[in-house]
């Protein structure tokens, strides 16, 4: 270890926090809000966590004052939410609530109020039912229309007070759980289906980027990529190669659509020989070059190790186990299946020795943190904004209100720390986003695994009174943020 004198982190840095629309809102067919496809799929039988869902999670829709109120107490500078595309517009493409832009209006407002920033991500997983059934969901380009149309109307509601916008959270995540593993909505098992529909994300997050610098020229927008770095497993050249196989696989298939706008040449190649890549038109490139992000999020959980694959001839996709403490979203599959996978012979994901992981599994490797952002960094020279880092954890309510989250604590400390590397280092960062501000619904692991600063007292068996705790996280992040701007 070298020593290294921290830069500061700027006054105007973003101490944020976030969350997504299904996760917290709950009041899931109130004032005209149609259903979205999480309220379907979360409804059968085996697909979530004892099958809990977000009918009314921790109830965020009624009680978004309290919680706004909670993020100035703590000095929050910014609050990262998700708009549930089906509020604005029951059905996808037909008539805007007014009740919809109501609720969004008035908690940007309260947000204002006690001077936080709202950052709003138009998309995070929840696509109206109405057009899933309608067109497909993603499988249609008539998705992309209607999405500009709900884009623009929210645009034209908020843009004169939303700097900060998100297009897709997480595409990575969404197309592979929902479209290859049938463990997120649509519920499909096909690859050559998820390749297909990821396109039509990629152009409609295009789409969405040159309407909003048409429409909002003072404003900034990208998309949020759930991002891991690869590591080779030894120095053995063929581990090597096999970690920069992961690497397109995993990160540059997306990340280099976003910000160059082009597909990298190997994995596109592989997909056509087996026969099942995207069909890209001319226009489509055209698109696709002419949507410049301001910047770019990153979701940072962990990273993957790989070695080269030991498998001659994978031929045939293995099936999804239903197990879901195994669910690990960003590495495409869970370990040990991927070599079997046929567009994955290329790379193997295998455990890392080092580090250490949380109950759920997942590596936690903070210097893993400053690696991504510097190659992010240094790869697309886009301003990076962090809008998503934070650990799950069981926490216990004690005795007199006490929640003594210090595991939370050591993680994210550990995390800022090393983006403060990043930052000294030389990358450009314009915010970081804990997840999550209060305790939310977890898509397959329900509400026994919790992210927020504060405790909401509820349960996977139901609502329960919902009240609110701050946990020793909260008071922890409050002075830090208060130290640091
Ligand atoms: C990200 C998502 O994948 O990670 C969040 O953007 C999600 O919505 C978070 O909740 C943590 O994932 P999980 O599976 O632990 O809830």
Redesign the pocket.
Known sequence: MYYQKLKKFPKNFLWGAAS?AY?IEGAFDEDGKGPSIWDTFSKIPGKTFNGTNGDVAVDHYHRYKEDVRLMSEMGLKAYRFSIAWSRIISDGDGDVNPEGLKFYDNLINELIKYQIEPIVTLY??DIPQALQDKYNGWESRKTIQAFKKYCQTVFKAFGDRVKYWVTF??QN?FTAMGYRWASHPPNVNDVKRMYAANHIVNLANAEAINLFHQMIPQGKIGP?F?YGPTYPITADPNDVLAADNADDFNNNWWLDVYCRGTYPALVMNHLRDLGIAPEVTLDDEKLLKSAKPDFLGI?Y?HGGTFQQNQIEHPDKTTQHEKDFSK?D??LMQPKGTQAQTPEMAMFNNVENPYLHKTQ?G?EIDSVGFRISLRRVYEKYQLPIMVT?N?L?AHDKLEDNNVINDQYRIDYLQTHITEMQRALTDGVNLLGYCA??FTD?L????GYK?R?GFVYVDRDDNGPKNLTRIPKKSFYWYRDFIQRNS
Do not use: D, F, I, R
Request: aromatic content about 28%.
């Open positions: 997504a996760q995070h997983w959270n997480e995540v949020s759930g979701n959980y669910t979203p960003y759920w997942w998503e934070g799950g997840w999550s939310l977890s898509w397959l692991n695994k992210y």
